[in-house]
């Protein structure tokens, strides 16, 4: 497995939607392992194929239950809210409250290019909206009301990522 790059707001790739997998091949399944094993260096929780800039369906979640992968996810059925903080391994350092629906049903296909369903409630339900939103081309960012600020030794890689933020969340009210 290879840890892979994690594009950063302001990158084109994280503003369009991705394209559907046709067929899950040993390239593909590759992809997963490498998303896997990426985001778990990372400590994140999820991540999107277009946050290693590949414009793909594609997805992997952990909410601390095991790992998840998901193809082509579509969520079918949605009810309930719930408001709760939210960061992402694209926008480092930002976090914000986003509302979200509590429970979801979500289809997609497996690494075996078989059919799926899962039904996710709280913490999986929300990390699995926000990584779909990923796949349609939306940050976080564009759904809170006040995004925070955390500080890191990182400091001008906090500011590049600053001055993204802002333009994206710019962008997004004028939308």
Do not use: W
């Amino acid at each position: 497995m290879a840890v892979l790059e994690i594009v950063k707001a302001g990158h084109p790739v994280l503003k369009q939607v991705a394209q559907p997998v046709e067929f899950v091949n040993k390239k593909m399944r590759q992809l997963l392992d490498d998303m896997a094993e990426t985001m778990r260096v990372s400590d994140g929780v999820g991540l999107a194929a277009p946050q290693v800039n590949v414009s793909q369906r594609i997805i992997v979640v952990d909410d601390g239950t095991g790992l998840q992968e998901f193809i082509n996810p579509v969520i079918v059925k949605a009810d309930g809210e719930q408001i709760g903080l939210e960061g992402c391994l694209s926008v480092p350092g930002y976090y914000g409250d986003v509302k979200r629906y509590q429970d979801i049903e979500v289809h997609y296909i497996d690494r075996h290019n078989k059919k799926k369903k899962l039904k996710a409630e709280g913490f999986l339900a929300r990390i699995i909206q926000h990584e779909i939103d990923h796949l349609d081309g939306i940050l976080f960012i564009e759904k809170v009301e006040a995004a925070y600020r955390v500080k890191d030794e990182n400091a001008e890689a906090m500011e590049e990522a600053a001055a993204d933020v802002n333009k994206t969340v710019g962008e997004a009210a004028q939308a």
